[in-house]
């Protein structure tokens, strides 16, 4: 696991993607969080939060999001580290296609497909873990809603964190800003559900 460890992390760093992909796991998790939040008040909101179906939707938007990932990530991922190839042969006047810096840029685009991909279904099956618990009787079903929305927030918030320490701005301030995001999401939905009734 080590060495497995230690040569994605020898292809980021030779692809100089390392940066990119933090950032980017980032924001797939996050999307991964808002989805699956989105869905279990949706659910809530219009009286239909059985824990077998908030379950069923939530995993079923969490593999969408992780096999779209992979497909649409890598095709982005590929098209961009070919551009980066050519301005390094561009620049070097010498052609890299095979040598250590050109297979890494080849293998980058796969690894980060798969862990951006990765980081939306975990986060969010994480989500939805509470309802998984309610199923196998850890949980009571009246105790899953607000298990799940305290998960998406700490999440949300976590995330945030992240995100601060990678651009430099202050880690809670940032934390605040991301699940102020979740805290939004909660009030409009609640206020659409006034407006439009069973909608």
């Known amino acids: 696991m080590k060495a497995l460890r230690n040569r994605v992390a020898k292809i980021l760093r030779y692809s100089r993607s390392e940066e990119y992909s933090r950032k980017y796991v980032v924001m797939n998790a996050f999307d991964g969080v808002m989805?699956?939040?989105?869905?279990?008040?949706g659910s809530q909101l219009i009286g239909n939060g059985n824990p077998a179906g908030v379950l069923g939707a939530g995993i079923g938007a969490s593999l969408a999001m992780g096999i779209s990932g992979v497909s649409g990530t890598y095709m982005a991922e590929k098209a961009e580290h070919e551009r980066k190839v050519k301005e390094i042969e561009e620049a070097m006047l010498k052609e890299i296609k095979g040598t250590v810096?050109?297979?890494?840029?080849?293998?980058?685009?796969?690894?980060?497909?798969?862990?951006?991909?990765?980081a939306a279904l975990?986060?969010?099956l994480v989500v939805v873990s509470p309802y998984a618990l309610t199923l196998i009787g850890v949980l009571s079903e009246s105790a899953a809603f607000p298990a799940s929305i305290a998960t998406a927030f700490l999440l949300l918030f976590v995330l945030g964190v992240?995100?601060?320490?990678?651009?430099?701005?202050?880690?809670?301030?940032s934390g605040a800003k991301a699940l102020?995001?979740?805290?939004?999401?909660?009030?409009?939905?609640?206020?659409?559900?006034?407006?439009?009734p069973g909608a």
Request: no cysteine.
């Open 35 to 41: 989805t699956v939040l989105g869905i279990i008040l």
């Open 122 to 124: 975990v986060a969010g």
């Open 162 to 173: 992240f995100l601060g320490r990678i651009s430099g701005e202050r880690l809670m301030i």
């Open 101 to 118: 810096i050109g297979e890494a840029h080849m293998k980058a685009a796969l690894i980060n497909a798969l862990v951006y991909a990765l």
């Open 180 to 196: 102020g995001v979740g805290v939004a999401t909660l009030i409009l939905l609640m206020l659409l559900n006034l407006i439009l």
